[in-house]
Each structure stands twice: as C-alpha cells, then as structure tokens.
C-alpha cells in the first residue's frame, strides 16, 4: 500500500503517539450531538448485546425512513450504539448519519457461536461461483433485482478467542449503490457436522405474528418485507438467521467531492488557476541520465476544510444542511512537483500526466526512479502534489483517527479536498494560460516542453491506485489512469495488508476487543467511501472512463482479493492468460472477470497480473509477511520496462497492448 521509507513502522513510536493523541481525544473531539434514533430503538435484538452492538451489520435496524434521499433511508446511529476507544469520548454520529444506506463495499459481519464453515459448505475465497449454489447456506438477495449475490465467507483469523470471533462475508462484487439486499444463514453446522440452532430471538421473530405488545414486534414488522423476498427466491428451510440492509446511493456517496469539484470548477470558469513556480532545477546528463529538469511550485485552489490552509485535522465546512461550503478567502496552496524528461528537450513535448503517490507519502515520489524511468522512455512529464488527507503531514491524524472515531472523518474529508487540489494542478497543466506558459515549462528559446493538446491523464501506485480511481472519477480532465498494484476498500485491505502491522498496534490499543475491531473496520469505510475509490467504482464503470490496472501477484502490501473485487465492479476485462496453470489455488481463477480476448484491445478497463514468482498469499484475512510469504513484489510491476510500455501505450491511445509474448507476464525489475 505504500512506498518502504513512507510507512510508519516503529511500534512504540505508534503507541506512544497514539497516547499523546488519546490523551487530548476529549478536547478535541465534537461533543455528541442530538441525532434522531431509529425508529425502534437500541441495538437489534436479533443477536446483538450492549458488548456488540451493531451486529449483524450492515443491518436497515440502524436506519430510519427519510423522503428526501435517493434510497428513502437515512441511517441513524446513536452514540451509545458506536464502539468507543478506550480512552476516547462518546462518538458522535453525525458524519455516518449523512449517509442514506451502508458502504457498496460492505462486509458483512455477524457472530455465528460454534460455527464451522467447512462442516456448513460455505463458499471460500477460492470459490466464489459456489456462493450462488441453490444449497448455499448463505443467500445474498438483491431485493431491487431479484438476483443472488456472489461473495466469500471467512472466520476472522485475528480472533482471539472462538466465542467472540466473527464471520465475514465479502461481496465478490460491490453491492449496487441505492440497492436493497436481504441475507439468509440457513442450515449452519458446527465441527461434528451438528446444525446450530437459531437464537430464540429470531425464531420467534420469523414465527407467527407476535401480538403488539411484545418486545419483539416491532422488529418482526420491519424484518417481514425482507423474509418475504427470501421465501419468494429461495428455500428458507432450516434458517439460522436474516436481515436486511440498504446500500448508499451515488449522490450520497459522492455528494460531497462533487459538489466541491463544481462550486471550484464555477469559480474558475474558462481561466487557469493560479499558480507560482518557486524553484526550477536543471540537472546535467552525469546528475540525472533521464530527467532534465525539476519545477517546484504552487498552485491555488479553493479551500472548502473548516479552518485557513486546511491543515491537517480539518473536516469539510458545512452549511447548516450538511452541504460542504468555502469559508470567505480560504484557499488551499497545494505544493506541486513536476519532472520533465531529456526527451522533451530533443524531440517533440512531453505529454502531461499526474502522478499518485503512496501510503503517507508525499509528491517527492514522482522523483522515484521508476516514475523517471516511465518519463524518460515514453516522454510523459509526471507532476504530482501531495495527497493531502493521507500524506505524510497527515500520519498523527492517522493514527490518533484509529483510535477515535470522532477523528475520523478528517481522513477522508482532507483528502476530497487533496483529490479537488489534484484537479487544479491537472487544469493548471493542459491549459494554454498554465504552467506550460510559465518559462519554467519551456525552453531558453521559448518551444513548449508540454505538449497540452492530448489531454492529461494519471498514473498512481499504491496508495495512488486505491484512491486514483476516485480521481479518475471525479476529474472532467483526466481521460485515462492507470492504477498500480492497486485494490479499493480499505476496509477489505488493511487485515490484508503488511503494512497494517504498526497501525494495527494503535488499533489493539483502543480496541483490545477483535471482534469490536471488525465493526470499527466497517464503519471506518462507511466514511471512507467518499475518499477512496470504494465510493466512486459504479460511477466510473458507468461513466465511460477508462483505466488499466497493473497487479503484482501475492503483493503484501495491496491485497489480490480487493483488486478482483474492483476489477468485478469495474467491468475491467483481464488480459490472459494471466497465471502460468496450477498457480492460482482457485477452483476458477478469477472468477466473476471477463476476459479481454485477443489484444490489442481498446475501450473499457482493463487488469493485468504481473508475477514475480512470490508464493500465493494468504487465504485468510492476514497479511503475507517476508519470509514466509517471500520477497513483497509490491513495487515489481512499475519497474519492469514491459509493464511502462503497456502503460503509456494505455494512456495515449486506450489501446492494451501484449508486452508479454500472449504469455503470463512477469515481472522482471530493471534499475
């Protein structure tokens, strides 16, 4: 998920952090506010306890009816149902309770006591297809369609105890934004094979009518839609459980970025932003073979975070109904960094492209040799700023947001506005009053370095390819990205994830509980959503933009499984073979993605799997850790010079092209 020398890895640097942070969490948290409950109040009595509230969750318990949202839901949390740090104030919920349903990406989460998923049959990860079996014991229900959902099933590996260890059902695929789904646990066994019977709760809930009066009715009259639909598509025989949840809508999900993107965009109108270039150095063949000159600068963008400069920490300004708003003169300076190749000196311009950078790092990461390398050999001027919200100013934020949910919010929030700052850097660069005006950008004889008739495009890794897609998204310039060794769902990922390791400190400190800690997961990414590329993947399927997705096979850092799920969300098609046979341990190697067919191919997203012979990750949700799981092949892809030419031929044209013989590709680093 990031470059080695961005991630935080001192543990007792995290804790003693994360302390500090802790510490002064009561004076700078918000105070919990006066939020509508649910209808019917308190956890769902179906299985949850005041230890675990919230479960199973996602769960339309924890909603309540609202006319004027796409869905007709809103959701509707109460502090005393939101798991607290241990040293952290009441949560307030305002930021989850802007949203009209649960995260398209949702995991699925229910405590199962005595449950033996191989005993019951329940699909795995390595076979997905048998998730839509007739007999499986797990049905996901569309209720909008009528269609069965595919997904996998886990017990959470980092329990640390049977008894409060929860079962994770993953969608294969996002779930439909605006959707309604109802799920069924029918026929659960344990070890011996022995079926588990159904809390009393539920049963007598999916019983007979209960009269008016009983403490469970009015959880049997909102549940009743949803085992009608299930009884209409599927056997309920021998249910162990069900319940139903909503999915946000696209307005909620990316109502916020959008609406900045807009108001910023209005402002602007047909000019360039504003920008000033405050350093230019000009490097010499023996200082740097490939890039001839570096430009440090500016550039002004409309700041909507709630306090000047936006620093780290800010939340979006609001208006009194939830609506982001610009503060009178607040602007956001966003540094920027580009790297202009010998190539444009010599021959014709260079194409203008931005860069993302990874996990808590910074635009310096477009001066890494790989990004120099895709410069120099395909003539790209790559310019990059920092992601603000996740960049390396922000790694307290970081830390002290996992354990408090209160701080939360900033992460995603300051990084709309890095992703709103993004997109004025990438209008600065194609248009003609830009940076390409600027001497900077051109030769002592006055020829133009940028060649801006092409239109720009994007190429992030890591960190810049899970929230890349977002940008892609959202961006009215970007026509093209290319996404490396990336995923979406951070929710998914971060058990996933090597890199977790010192965060995960922070975690176990404010949650020592695990199964807490998968709730807190969860309700992380409901905000997260609209911050990374979870959020924005049916906006981009359906938008028409393309990218081409590059994936190290057994990356640590950037788990496999949550870039197939993007890749089944996307619609990107998977250049083949993608695997040497007997490699992947799938009963059907991915399963669920269509191919590309003959290449060249042109239109439509695209995923190719590049392979340096690491072993198979992990099947549980843990991460591959060296040496175990051999050396992390994370940052293979970028420097292998097939996988550059694949990519620039990508970005000019849109067009895949075969660098890897109609054979498996593999990755083969050069300096």
């Excluded at 049977?162 to 439909?176: C, G, K, S, V, Y």
């Amino acid at each position: 998920m990031s470059e080695a020398d961005t991630t935080v890895r001192s543990r007792s640097f995290a804790l003693t952090l994360v302390a500090a942070l802790l510490g002064a969490a009561t004076l700078l948290a918000p105070s919990a506010s006066a939020n509508p409950p649910s209808p019917q109040g308190g956890c769902d009595p179906l299985t949850a306890s005041g230890d675990d509230c919230l479960l199973p969750f996602p769960n339309d318990w924890y909603t309540r009816a609202d006319a004027g949202t796409p869905t007709g839901r809103r959701v509707a949390f109460t502090s005393d149902m939101l798991p607290r740090g241990s040293a952290a104030p009441a949560v307030d919920p305002t930021a989850w309770n802007r949203s009209d349903g649960f995260s398209p990406g949702s995991t699925l989460l229910v405590r199962v006591p005595g449950l033996d998923l191989g005993a019951t049959g329940a699909a795995p990860l390595t076979d997905i297809g048998s998730s839509l079996d007739r007999a499986a014991p797990i049905v996901l229900l569309d209720t909008t369609t009528g269609e069965r959902w595919p997904y996998w099933a886990e017990l959470d590996a980092n329990a640390s105890s049977q008894d409060r260890q929860a079962l994770l059902i993953h969608p294969a695929r996002n779930f439909t934004e605006g959707h309604h789904y109802a799920v069924a646990l029918r026929d659960l066994k344990d070890a011996s094979g022995h079926r588990l019977p159904a809390p009393d709760s539920f049963t007598k809930v999916a019983g007979r009518q209960l009269p008016r009066h009983d403490a469970l009715a009015a959880r049997q009259r909102q549940l009743q839609p949803a085992l009608r639909a299930l009884r209409s598509r599927t056997s309920t025989d021998d249910l162990y459980l069900a319940w139903d949840f909503t999915v946000a809508s696209a307005r909620s999900l990316t109502g916020d970025l959008f609406s900045i993107r807009d108001d910023a965009f209005r402002q602007l109108g047909a000019k360039s932003p504003e920008f000033a270039v405050t350093a230019v150095k000009d490097l010499t063949p023996d200082q740097d073979a490939r890039i001839a000159r570096e430009i440090t600068g500016t550039v002004t963008v409309p700041g909507y975070l709630s306090r000047p400069g936006g620093p780290p920490g800010s939340t979006l300004n609001r208006d009194r109904d939830g609506v982001p708003r610009r503060l009178p003169d607040n602007f956001q300076l966003a540094t920027f960094r580009c790297e202009i190749p010998r190539t444009a000196f010599t021959g014709r311009p260079s194409r203008p492209a931005l860069y993302g950078h990874g996990l808590l790092g910074s635009a310096n990461e477009v001066g890494a040799g790989n990004v120099k390398a895709m410069a120099s050999e395909h003539d790209f001027t790559f310019c990059a700023t920092d992601w603000i919200g996740m960049a390396q100013a922000d790694t307290p934020v970081v830390l002290g947001a996992l354990a408090d949910l209160n701080r939360f919010p900033a992460v995603p929030e300051r990084t709309e506005q890095g992703m709103l700052n993004a997109m004025f850097l990438g209008r600065a660069l194609i248009h003609r009053d830009g940076l390409g005006s600027d001497p900077a950008f051109r030769t002592a004889d006055g020829h133009p370095l940028i060649d801006t008739a092409h239109g720009l495009t994007y190429d992030g890794n890591s960190q810049g390819g899970i929230l890349g897609g977002a940008l892609v998204a959202a961006s009215k310039d970007v026509r093209r990205g290319v996404l490396g060794v990336t995923g979406m769902n951070y929710g998914l990922l971060l058990n996933r994830s090597a890199d977790f390791a010192p965060f995960q400190q922070v975690l176990d400190v404010a949650y020592p509980d695990r199964l807490r800690q998968q709730i807190v997961l969860q309700l992380y990414q409901m905000v997260w959503d609209r911050g990374e590329t979870n959020g924005y993947a049916q906006t981009l399927a359906e938008s028409g933009d393309r990218v081409l997705m590059h994936i190290a096979y057994g990356d640590h850092q950037v788990a496999n499984a949550a870039a197939d799920v993007e890749a089944r969300t996307l619609g990107a098609r998977l250049v083949t073979p993608a695997l040497t046979a007997g490699r992947s341990p799938d009963r059907v190697p991915y399963w669920g993605i269509r191919r590309a067919g003959e290449l060249p191919s042109r239109g439509g997203s695209a995923m190719v799997v590049w392979d340096s012979g690491t072993p198979t990750p992990p099947l549980t949700n843990t991460p591959p850790t060296e040496p175990a799981y051999g050396k992390d092949p994370h940052s293979d892809p970028r420097s292998t010079a097939a996988a550059r030419q694949q990519k620039a031929t990508f970005l000019r044209t849109g067009t895949v092209i075969d660098v890897c013989g109609r054979a498996p590709c593999r990755s083969l680093p050069t300096p």
